[in-house]
């Protein structure tokens, strides 16, 4: 569930950015609404179910000349901010702390506010949802997951200290009428409205790409969730439509989730951190009591410190952003988490019992 909405959030914020830029070039004539952000985010999700359907076979060679424009383009966004924005003393850029949500407490609105950006660090197992179509996937993918994880962390670390330094006034970006901080900081920099629109277009290329692959990732996993009749509906959504080869039902799916996109940004991150700590605490079970041993000396510590690290998202995940909390500004994600929980185990008791097979059974395994 966690990659479905996710796909769905991620897609919203194309939407966000895509507005952003229509904001900035339009300052006067375009009135923002809230249903613009409806039908953008539908045509996003249509280009990318769309893309990812017509063009699978394809998919390998886009993503390796998206890795061009990954890299050049940090170099395109951080070297115009190197040479034109105003840059912030050390001091008050490292330890000048703020707080804009209310909260008197800065370690508490610190410890919220980190929700949010620690989603971006659980999209790089998307590669393991599609172990199942890659030869000997347990040497690859763990490679894969090193060579992607670890030049991504000192990039991003290059950007995130680019940007505070560069970031100007805080008060001036958050109150920005794109409604994009990152956007507004651009502009300031560059005072140019055709350099800003180059620099936010890479990032909103960039999201678009990851769109399309998690729709590759989403749609994979749903499929094999079908496939084990683990769903309402499995045995049309397990089907795989001869010439294409590829999970269409599935895909197709993704279309029906739009409306959900307003609300899941908040779902998202509480619903992925739920998916990483039950996982691992099963997994340091299973090792303290059976003598299986995990690749590694460092194995059983290394998944014992990541639910201990975990945890107070799971927490801080159901906390509101801001204070005082109108209905507007209520974090719903413990609510959806709640219903569909409810519902999940509703469905397991009455039914899916009765028709589920353990996905062992219908693995096979080559020597």
């Not at 830029?21 to 953008?40: A, F, G, M």
């Not at 949802?129 to 894969?144: G, K, N, Y």
């Not at 509101?320 to 909390?325: K, Q």
């Amino acid at each position: 569930m966690g990659w479905q909405v996710y796909l769905a959030g991620l897609c919203f914020m194309v939407c966000s950015v895509i507005q952003g830029l229509i904001v900035l070039n339009n300052l006067e004539r375009y009135v923002y609404r809230s249903w613009h952000e409806t039908l953008i985010t539908i045509a996003v999700i249509l280009f990318v179910v769309l893309f990812n359907t017509l063009l699978a076979r394809r998919l390998p060679l886009i993503e390796g000349l998206l890795l061009i424009v990954h890299i050049g383009g940090l170099l395109a966004i951080i070297i115009p901010l190197w040479v034109l924005a105003p840059r912030g003393t050390a001091h008050e850029t490292l330890f000048n702390f703020t707080t804009t949500g209310g909260w008197d407490n800065l370690g508490l609105a610190a410890l919220i506010g980190m929700v949010n950006p620690i989603g971006v660090l659980v999209g790089y197992d998307s590669a393991v949802h599609m172990s199942e179509e890659v030869h000997d996937a347990s040497f690859i993918l763990p490679q894969a997951l090193i060579w992607s994880v670890v030049p991504n962390g000192v990039m991003a670390l290059v950007m995130g200290v680019t940007f505070v330094f560069c970031i100007g006034d805080i008060d001036d970006v958050l109150a920005s009428p794109t409604y994009e901080p990152f956007v507004q900081a651009f502009f300031n920099a560059t005072q140019s409205y055709a350099g800003t629109t180059v620099m936010a277009f890479i990032i909103l290329f960039m999201l678009t790409a990851a769109c399309i692959s998690e729709v590759a990732t989403a749609s994979r996993q749903l499929w094999s969730f079908a496939r084990d009749n683990r769903l309402p509906f499995s045995a049309w959504l397990s089907q795989v439509t001869p010439g294409w080869n590829i999970p269409l039902h599935t895909r197709h799916l993704r279309l029906g989730r739009h409306q959900l996109a307003s609300v899941v940004n908040q779902y998202r991150v509480l619903r992925r951190a739920q998916r990483h700590q039950f996982p691992r605490h099963a997994v340091v079970a299973l090792l303290l009591h059976r003598d299986d041993q995990l690749s590694g000396k460092y194995g059983l510590a290394i998944n014992i410190v990541s639910p201990c690290f975990v945890l107070p998202l799971l927490f801080f995940a159901t906390w509101p952003l801001a204070t005082p909390v109108t209905a507007a500004g209520f974090n719903w994600s413990s609510v959806m988490f709640v219903s569909i929980l409810l519902i999940a185990l509703v469905y397991y008791v009455l039914y899916a019992r009765h028709v589920y097979t353990g996905p062992v059974v219908l693995v096979k395994r080559e020597d």
